[in-house]
């Protein structure tokens, strides 16, 4: 019996010296992973340390532009450090797009998205990131497209300009290019409504204006902050507001959907998207500055008396609009055949 008593106690004391050594060896990394989860927790907490850089892909002066430094302007007093504007303009929005795809997912660059982070990939021929390389953070606001068309036109609203185009060869339909917001348009009016266009793309919105003030082409579509001094001075006649509301610094023009177009639903809109794998509360931390700056007073009569609509929200809010639009413009991109040229 002792010696079997022995025998169990010289067991259990190298039973537990094994263990303890084996806790011993293993703590450092126990103690890692602990620090390890905790890490993403401290710094979301901690977040923002140092200057904010917030890339437009367009170039400066745009709806998107003025809704990416309206959002910066409003989120730097929130935050307490600097949100930085990154103009970085080409190729359809996909060179800034690209950039911010492969940035670091530290919450310290973002992306001023517009419809382009949707659209481009169904549209383009190769794309230098995939579409889960960004992920929606926060809406900042709209600017309603705008069908406008030369001050002498015949035609005084929508319904009058898609039957025109009906007769004869129909009308010719300025554009930004392959994909841009008023291509979509064009491609809802032939699909949704049979108008009968001619699309001529050009480089810019800009230039479609000048086309259709020039009596080059018989309309075109874009930003409302871009037409409305020419509607204002009277030099543009608008036809129809593409989106759900109407303008408020432009309120007698009524939408498509009041003419009977309920279809007709584009806007150049704004948002704020984040590399993949950015923690997901400095995310909820920058939408929550965000929205806050587009509700603050002084920026909403800034921005209203331009055109643009300030929105704001919550994240999950604008997750599902970006949903909606992908499903949408999805499937204007399928029943037009929209391709890259």
Same mark, same amino acid.
């Given at each position: 019996m002792i010696f079997r008593s022995r025998k169990l106690f010289a067991r259990f004391s190298l039973t537990r010296s094994l263990t303890r050594s084996l806790t011993l060896s293993l703590a450092p990394s126990l103690a890692l992973g602990v620090a390890t989860l905790a890490a993403p927790s401290a710094q979301a907490q901690e977040w923002p340390t140092r200057p904010i850089r917030l890339v437009v892909p367009f170039s400066a002066g745009g709806a998107n532009d003025l809704l990416g430094r309206a959002a910066a302007e409003g989120a730097t007093k929130v935050l307490g450090q600097p949100v930085v504007i990154d103009n970085r303009p080409g190729a359809?929005?996909?060179?800034?797009?690209?950039?911010?795809?492969? $940035?670091?997912? /530290?919450?310290?660059? #973002?992306?001023?998205?517009?419809?382009?982070?949707?659209?481009? !990939?169904?549209?383009?021929?190769?794309?230098?990131?995939?579409?889960?390389?960004? *992920?929606?953070v926060a809406m900042i606001g709209l600017?309603? !497209?705008?069908?406008? *068309?030369? @001050?002498?036109?015949?035609?005084?609203?929508?319904? $009058? #300009?898609?039957? $025109?185009?009906?007769?004869?060869?129909?009308?010719?339909?300025?554009?930004?290019?392959?994909?841009?917001?008023?291509?979509?348009?064009?491609?809802?009016?032939? %699909?949704?409504?049979? @108008?009968?266009?001619?699309?001529?793309?050009?480089?810019?919105?800009?230039? !479609?204006?000048?086309?259709?003030?020039?009596? #080059?082409?018989?309309?075109?579509?874009?930003?409302?902050?871009?037409?409305?001094?020419?509607?204002?001075?009277?030099?543009?006649?608008?036809?129809?507001? %593409?989106?759900?509301?109407?303008?408020?610094?432009?309120? /007698?023009?009524?939408?498509?959907?009041?003419?009977? #177009?309920?279809?007709?639903?584009?806007?150049?809109?704004?948002?704020?998207h984040a590399p993949a794998g950015t923690p997901r509360a400095i995310m909820d931390k920058m939408a929550a500055a965000v929205d806050k700056a587009m509700k603050d007073p002084a920026a909403i009569e800034r921005l209203k008396n331009v055109g643009i609509e300030p929105i704001g929200g919550n994240r999950a809010s604008f997750v599902k609009f970006v949903d909606e639009e992908r499903a949408r413009l999805g499937g204007v991109v399928k029943s037009t055949g929209m391709k890259e040229d």
């Open positions: 359809g929005a996909v060179l800034g797009a690209d950039i911010v795809a492969h $940035a670091a997912p /530290d919450g310290y660059t #973002f992306l001023v998205s517009a419809a382009g982070v949707v659209s481009n !990939s169904m549209i383009k021929k190769s794309m230098p990131y995939k579409d889960n390389q960004l *992920v929606p600017a309603p !497209s705008v069908i406008v *068309v030369p @001050a002498n036109a015949p035609y005084k609203d929508l319904p $009058a #300009f898609i039957a $025109a185009s009906k007769q004869g060869a129909g009308l010719h339909f300025a554009t930004a290019g392959t994909g841009s917001t008023p291509h979509f348009v064009e491609g809802l009016l032939a %699909t949704k409504y049979g @108008a009968k266009l001619d699309v001529v793309p050009y480089k810019s919105g800009a230039e !479609s204006i000048t086309a259709v003030l020039g009596a #080059f082409v018989e309309a075109t579509s874009e930003a409302s902050i871009v037409v409305l001094p020419h509607l204002k001075s009277g030099k543009l006649h608008g036809l129809a507001d %593409t989106w759900t509301t109407r303008i408020s610094a432009y309120p /007698d023009l009524k939408t498509a959907a009041e003419q009977g #177009f309920p279809e007709i639903r584009i806007a150049h809109w704004a948002g704020v």
